[in-house]
Structure formats: structure tokens, C-alpha cells
DNA sequence: CCCAATTATTTTAGGCTTAAAATAATTTGA
DNA sequence: TCAAATTATTTTAAGCCTAAAATAATTGGG
């Protein structure tokens, strides 16, 4: 026998060793730990300069882009994290008074959740300064490299769906 | 006055229009996104299927690596992880019966975990399935663009680990 | 009209996560 | 040698997160 390697018999080949994904693996590692990696240091610079967890970041984020507010519900959906995280979120960012909620007019399940002018500003403040911790963090790419990465994703996103509504439905 | 769009002077302009930034954080909006839905759809595989959650199985994923065995220390850093967070996690496994833990012979503050016999072939199944469910997620990319994705993140990677020692040392 | 289904939110139970302080063992340098 | 510094781990306090069940309001079909 000279190569050890390659099965005997190439009909039966599939059935004993099943296809080799190790390259995917090796891309989900990859993407995940940039994430973990970028993630871990926007956490660690807002908790250090603004004393605000990403959390509390994001969901202020997601306010400041609709100036009338929105309901826990659709915050829930934008921000991909459950219902029932909301609820302490919420109370927690109305304590400190970031934001303000008021039980909706026309539906009186629901509320409404604005960001408070003082909760607006200072978010403001911190939103220039985390989008350049961003640019520096990806500032080793070239412009070229940016546009692809951001084309390639888009594609990873759109693959991803597929394969989850593959299943859900 | 044709354009309002354009400062007046040219000379103050990178005073009075801070540099913008928006590509870069699109760019890692979308990097999070792609993130966050493959490890929710995981997560969610995995609790259906196997009944493990995601930290469980990365830490099995570690100690099949390592024939050997690894210190809650070394397994805090290649997690990415605090070493306060493994102590429960390694608890809960070694009650499942999944772990064992020693007090290492040479340094008896330190303790080597491994993975049980039962530990170890139960992960091998799960991390087959695993293994396919990520090709599955990456099955809308070419060969060639999981290639170029690849090769994007290891920049990526690099320049936001530079951007992070830039900051702590 | 009215009740069943739906929708919005909260509660509950359990697990994950961190930073910081505490405990315990080892190493190092005078 | 031996005390100070370092290293490994645990504990603590607080927050984040989820799924599932519960509560409460709305909507739609008969």
C-alpha cells in the first residue's frame, strides 16, 4: 500500500468519510473571534470613558434613529435579543434618565420609548467618539478592502437567513 | 448660494466637519450582524438537538484539542473569556459528568481539565453536526469568496488587535 | 355583540458574563 | 531563608440573556 490516505474503494467513499467542512469551520472561527475581539474593546472603552454598558449603548442607538420613538416590540426585533430582556434594559436606562416611556395612545398595551433630551445629548457624545474607535480599529484596511468585506458579508448575511428559514419554516 | 452642501472654506473644512466615519461602522454593523444571527441559530441547533449550551460545547471544543488536559487559565484565554466565568461553567460540566478536573501534580493551586471518555464522544457527535450546520450557513459563498472572506478577516483581525495594543500599552 | 385568537409586555427560573476583591500556593530576590 | 510579588482560582455583586409561562389589551370572525 503506498498511500494510507485515500480510501480503498472511491464508490464508498462518501459514505465513509463524510465531506470535510474544516474550511467553513475554520471562516465561522475567524468571524466570530473579530467580533469577540471588537465587541470586547467598544465594551471596555464605553464602560471605562462613558461608564455605560453596550447594551444600554445600542439600545440608545436604536432610539436616536426614530424621533418618535418606538415600542419595546419593535426595539426587541431591531436589537435581536428577546422581549423580556427589554423590560429590565428599559427600567434601567428610565432610572438613570436616558430614556422616558409612555404607555401608547392608540394601543394601551404598548409603549412608547423615547430617548430624554439629557439622554439624547449625551448619547450624541458618545456616538462620535465610539464611530472613531470603529475607524481605527478597521483602519488597517485599505478602502478596497473595506468594500469587499462589506460586499462579502452582505453575502454571508443573506446565506445565513437562507439556511435559518431553511429550517424555521 | 448653489450648494449648501459644501463648507465655504476649504481650509477649516476638517475642523468643522469631523472626519466621516459611517462606512467603517456599517462595516462592522454588518460584521456584528452576520455574528450574532450564525451564533443564535447555533445556539439554538445545539439547545434543540444536543440540549448543550454554546459555552458548554466551546469548552469541550477546547479540551479535544488538548489530549492533554488545560488549566482553568489556559482555557480562560483561548476562550477569550474571564476566569471567574469558567469556575461555574466547569462546575456544571463536571456535574454532567462531560469534564473531570485534577489538582495539577506540579502547581497545586492549578487544576487540569479534561474531557470524560462519555464527555468526549458525545462532543465528537455534536461536532459533526456542528461542522455541517456552519458549511450549510457558508453554503452561499463560492469557494472563492469564502477564500477572500478568509483572507479580509485575518486584516481585520490584525489591524483591531493593533488598534487594541495601540490603547492598553 | 362576544369570545377565541393574537399581540404586547412582564415575570420567572436558570444560565452566562464581567470586574474586583479574596484566598491560597508558588516564585523570586535580597 | 523568608517576605514580597506573582499566579491560579474562587467568590461576590451586578447586569445581561433566554425560553416559557403568565397577564393584559386588542382584533377578528361568526
Known sequence: MSNLQIPLDAE???IETPEDHRDELRLWLRLL??????EGEVRRRLRDQFDVTLPRFDLMAQLEKT????TLSDLSKRMMVSNGNLTSLVDRLVTSGHIERRVSEIDRRAQIINLTPAGRSEFR???AE???WIAEIFGGLTQREQKDLMRLLAKTKL???????????
Open 130 to 132: 465610539h464611530e472613531a
Open 33 to 38: 473571534t473579530c467580533s469577540t475581539l471588537i
Open 67 to 70: 424621533p418618535d420613538g418606538m
Open 159 to 169: 446565506s445565513a437567513r437562507n439556511a435559518i428559514i431553511g429550517v424555521a419554516q
Open 12 to 14: 464508498t467513499k462518501a
Open 125 to 127: 457624545v458618545m456616538a
